[in-house]
Every structure is written in structure tokens, then in C-alpha cells.
């Protein structure tokens, strides 16, 4: 667990680049290099907290808004389901394609929450071809790609999960074949300890591994469920996020067939918080998808579900905001 946390997260410096670029393309160099980035060792925290507690019963969105290219107008959309709390997957901080801005922060200044943000990811170039058309400059500023929490209320502890750090998309011996996105970290979950009206509630944000197995995710989730444990024993808690379930499990794609809802369920979890209803759509970064598929989720334990929703990720005037759309859950 990760517990430092940071106002604002220092740069990777030139003798860090170039010190990774050089490296060798191994698990051991990534963990190496992984450990001596300050950014990705902690929680940023910002942003406002417009109430003290959450009302008894309260509202959860979560979201995979695909890199978050327009961020007042991802966070006007979700005020369709006025969410109390909102769990973020694939947001950018100091990306050429998203005009490198924090996308965390414009959401959470436009929707007038706190945020919590971990870097997945220091991505080392541009992107893929659809997202370089977006691109401001040809630098990333920053380089930062990763997970978030909003919240209308105060965070009491935050945490930082790392669910691998073999370097999945940077070390060959590990795997890593992604050309167009050559980068350093790993699949993670931030989690946080929030008040509630009959007491602290347990928040998490996660994302599991997309180029991967169903016994790898298993791992990662597990790993996860662990620390959560750790982190806020006997707590309520609610757990979301892109669980890209189903992904290389040919030839169907089915995510019946993924083993971590079972896991869940044995550590007391419920699904039951997830409506019905695939959540893939075509996008602008991710125009022609060959499959639709069910990837978000969200899990409660120790509440009780109070009504779910999937918000579709197309904005009134039509323009697709993100590949997936936003799972909610009403919990209490």
C-alpha cells in the first residue's frame, strides 16, 4: 500500500528519461525504475469538498471516460445522476492528446469535488494514431495516465494500490508487445476512507489488466480485495471501476467466464450493484470496435443497493464522450 500523498506530483526529470529509455526491457529494470518515480508513489489530492458527510443514501458513478478529451463536458453529463462519488478510469495529467491538462481536476473544479488521482501509467510517447490527432504539441508534458475518486465529501485516508509491477506494457520478458504505447507502471486501484451518515464508507477506483488472462485479473483483483481488507477492516465498502472482463478470452469474449466475481463474492461482495446491459460503444479515440462488451462494474459489501443505471456516454449534442459508458449504483 501507497499512503504518501502530494499536492502536486513532481515531473519524471531528463536523467530519469533517458535512464529509462536506455534501461533494458526487463522486470526487474521496470520495478527499479518504478521505485525511484515520486509521482507514482503517491496520491495526488485536491479540489473542494462541497459537504461533511454523505447522505444515508448516496449515489455512485463509475466511469472509464477513455483518456477524458473533454472534461466540462464529461462532468456536465454526469450530473445526470448527481453522484455523491464518482470512481475515474483512464484519466490524463499532462498528455499532448488531452491538451495537457489535469483532467482530474477540471472534472472536480466543474462538479465542485475533492479528488484523489494515482498514475497507472508515465506514458513515454503520444499515443495510437486516432489519439494523435489530438495532440496540442508532440511532448507530453507530464505523462501522467491513470485512476481517480471524486468526492463530495471530505477523504479521510487514501491509498494507492499497485496490482503488478512487472511492467506489463514495458518489459518484453513480461509480455509487453504495444508499440504505440510504450510506458512505465501497472494496472492499480486508489481506495479511500470517506464519512457517511452512520459512519466512514470505503470508496475504490480500479482498472484491471485489458491485455490479459482471466487468471491474471483474478490476481489482480485479489491482491486488491486484500488490501482493502487491510486498509478498512470491517467498513462498508463499495468497489468500481473497467474490470475489462471477458478481454483475450476468445473465441466469445463472454465475461461469465472471468473466476474474480466468485472471489468477490466469497469476500462477502455483491454484483448486485451493477445494472444489466453491455457498457462498449464506439468513440472518437476508438471509432470501430470490433465486439461489444461488458467491462464496468461495481460490487458493494456491507451496503444494501438502492437502484442501478448505465449512463450512455453520448452527450446531447451527440458527440461520444468516452468507449464505455457509466455504470451508478444508489447505495446505503
Not at 31 to 39: S, T
Not at 212 to 218: G, L, P, Q
Not at 224 to 233: E, G, R, W, Y
Amino acid at each position: 500500500m501507497i499512503t504518501q500523498t502530494l499536492v502536486t506530483l513532481p515531473a519524471v526529470s531528463e536523467t530519469q528519461r533517458s535512464a529509462i529509455l536506455s534501461a533494458p526491457r526487463t522486470a526487474d529494470a521496470h520495478r527499479r525504475i518504478l521505485a525511484n518515480i515520486e509521482a507514482m508513489n503517491a496520491v495526488q489530492v485536491g479540489g473542494k469538498a462541497q459537504s461533511a458527510h454523505l447522505p444515508s443514501e448516496f449515489t455512485v458513478a463509475a466511469w472509464n471516460v477513455e483518456r477524458c478529451l473533454f472534461p466540462e463536458e464529461t462532468a456536465a453529463h454526469l450530473g445526470k445522476v448527481a453522484p455523491d462519488i464518482v470512481l475515474l478510469s483512464e484519466v490524463d495529467h499532462g498528455m499532448a492528446r488531452t491538451a495537457q491538462r489535469h483532467t482530474t481536476e477540471a472534472m472536480a473544479d466543474a462538479l465542485g469535488m475533492a479528488y484523489a488521482f494515482g498514475v497507472e501509467f508515465h506514458e513515454l510517447d503520444l499515443g495510437g494514431p486516432t489519439e494523435r490527432k489530438f495532440c496540442t504539441d508532440d511532448f507530453n508534458c507530464l505523462g501522467w495516465h491513470g485512476n481517480a475518486i471524486l468526492s463530495s465529501v471530505p477523504f479521510e485516508r487514501t491509498v494507492l494500490v499497485r496490482l503488478d509491477d512487472h511492467g506489463h506494457w514495458f518489459a518484453a520478458d513480461a509480455g509487453a508487445s504495444d508499440p504505440d504505447q510504450p510506458r512505465i507502471g501497472g494496472r492499480n486501484a486508489i481506495a479511500a476512507i470517506v464519512p457517511g451518515a452512520s459512519g466512514p464508507v470505503c470508496v475504490v477506483s480500479t482498472h484491471l489488466e485489458s491485455n490479459a488472462n482471466a487468471i491474471h485479473r483474478h490476481q489482480q483483483f485479489e491482491r486488491l480485495l486484500q488490501v482493502i481488507d487491510d486498509f478498512a477492516p470491517n467498513l462498508p465498502v463499495i468497489v468500481g471501476g473497467d474490470l475489462n472482463t471477458g478481454n483475450h478470452l476468445p473465441p466469445d469474449f463472454d465475461w461469465r467466464r472471468e473466476t474474480l466475481f466468485e472471489l468477490a463474492e466469497a469476500h462477502g461482495y455483491s454484483w448486485s450493484f451493477t445494472a444489466q446491459g453491455n457498457t462498449t460503444r464506439p468513440s472518437l479515440i476508438t471509432p470501430h470496435p470490433d465486439r461489444v462488451m461488458k467491462l464496468d462494474w461495481l460490487a458493494g459489501r456491507g451496503l444494501e443497493c438502492h437502484g442501478t443505471g448505465i449512463l450512455p456516454s453520448i452527450a446531447d449534442d451527440g458527440t461520444p464522450l468516452s468507449d464505455h459508458d457509466c455504470v451508478w449504483c444508489r447505495a446505503g
